[in-house]
């Protein structure tokens, strides 16, 4: 409903400023002591003003997400590899720690970047203090901490925690992702989204 009323909003704008556009050149070819070098002036000068209420409208449709300031998530770059067959699922995820200064987070979404023939089920946050690190876990082995596992999304964290999600293979043809990528909100209200240093592949085997 927002991004709706927002691109009315903008569709507006712009046709406002064609209208705009539209009359200054009509007021302009209308006076009859302008010489031509006069009207093209202004034409040109209405131009300008149109091509400015299109930047304007063109720019306020620009992402609002921003790369991460407020956060590190995962370590070192790296790979991982889990054989799981078509339909199946794993757990994959990493740790995230608060930049120093700040002191809460919201997490508004977790996903996986350039994912193709893997899906998020559903993402979770658990604490660091729980257990070791959950980086990748099969289902049918649970860790410990499992257990105490939370909804990611709306969850305020604090502390470093981490954070994880059932990824599932869609298909036949193996799962892939880039990176695990956890969009939150800071204390100002910025949204802003940090990508993992960790790629997933779901195959038929990793040998």
């Given at each position: 409903m927002v991004g709706e009323s927002f691109a009315l909003a903008v569709t507006?704008?712009?046709?406002?400023?064609?209208?705009?556009?539209?009359r200054a050149s009509r007021a302009w070819v209308a006076r009859r002591d302008a010489g031509p070098e006069c009207i093209s002036l202004a034409?040109?000068?209405?131009?300008?003003?149109?091509l400015a209420g299109v930047g304007v409208a063109l720019a306020s449709c620009a992402?609002?997400?921003?790369?991460?300031?407020?956060?590190?998530?995962?370590?070192?770059?790296?790979?991982?590899?889990?054989?799981?067959?078509?339909?199946?699922?794993?757990?994959?995820?990493?740790?995230?720690?608060?930049?120093?200064?700040?002191?809460?987070i919201e997490i508004e979404s977790v996903s996986l970047v350039k994912a193709d023939g893997v899906q998020v089920v559903e993402a979770f946050v658990m604490p660091v203090g729980s257990g070791n690190p959950?980086?990748?876990?099969?289902?049918?082995?649970?860790?410990?901490?499992w257990a105490g596992r939370q909804i990611a999304t709306g969850f305020h964290v604090t502390e470093p925690a981490n954070v994880v999600v059932e990824a599932r293979r869609s298909g036949a043809s193996n799962g892939e992702?880039?990176?695990?990528?956890?969009?939150?909100?800071?204390?100002?209200?910025?949204?802003?989204y940090d990508d993992g240093s960790t790629s997933l592949t779901l195959a038929d085997s990793c040998l």
């Open positions: 507006r704008f712009v046709s406002n400023a064609f209208r705009l556009h539209g034409r040109q000068a209405s131009f300008v003003v149109l992402p609002s997400e921003q790369p991460a300031d407020a956060t590190v998530l995962g370590g070192d770059p790296g790979s991982v590899c889990v054989a799981v067959a078509p339909g199946g699922s794993i757990v994959f995820g990493d740790v995230l720690s608060l930049a120093d200064g700040v002191s809460a959950i980086m990748t876990m099969s289902l049918d082995d649970p860790s410990q901490g992702a880039q990176a695990l990528r956890v969009t939150y909100r800071t204390e100002d209200g910025v949204t802003r």
